[in-house]
């Protein structure tokens, strides 16, 4: 099953605006009276999904060429205070969503994550994002 088919709960996609020409709108509203899509969001999903699908072998070359972890990827206070027993500085590369735990202080964050980058959305506590904001690139 390819996991982009699966319906995403609300913590598992983010929420984004377009603009559109006047236009294309109404092309867009054409096609959903006529049947096409179920509504405006179904077709903008299916063009996304289309256009994924027509670059994936560059996402694919890229992710492997940038060390990127692809998919979710969550940060425990457990994994980072593995990290700091065994000296360890993370430099998370992600591609989708990484998530810092809410119980991870920002001692334990500061001593363990040298960098961030993510490509995707990155969720942890405003306290934590301040903290590590000169180290999210």
């Known amino acids: ?3 982009r088919d699966l319906k ?24 959903v009276s006529e049947g096409f899509y179920s509504n405006r969001t179904d077709l903008i999903r299916t063009a996304i999904r289309n256009q994924l699908n027509t670059h ?5 070359q890229t992710v492997a060429r940038k060390s990127l972890v692809l998919g ?3 940060y425990s206070r457990a994994d980072l205070e593995a990290a700091l027993a065994a000296g360890e500085r993370l430099q998370i590369q992600v591609l989708g969503m990484a998530s810092i735990a809410s119980d991870v202080s920002v001692e334990l964050a ?4 040298e ?5 995707g959305a990155l969720h ?14």
Do not use: C, W, Y
């Open 1 to 3: 099953m390819n996991t």
């Open 8 to 31: 995403l709960k609300p913590a598992e996609s983010e929420k984004i605006t377009i603009n559109l020409g006047l236009i294309d709108l109404g092309q867009i509203d054409l096609l």
């Open 56 to 60: 994936a072998e560059v996402v694919k």
């Open 72 to 74: 979710m990827h969550h």
């Open 110 to 113: 500061l001593a363990t994550i």
């Open 115 to 119: 960098s961030i980058f993510v490509l």
């Open 124 to 137: 942890a506590s405003s306290v934590i994002k301040t903290a590590l904001a000169g180290r999210i690139l």
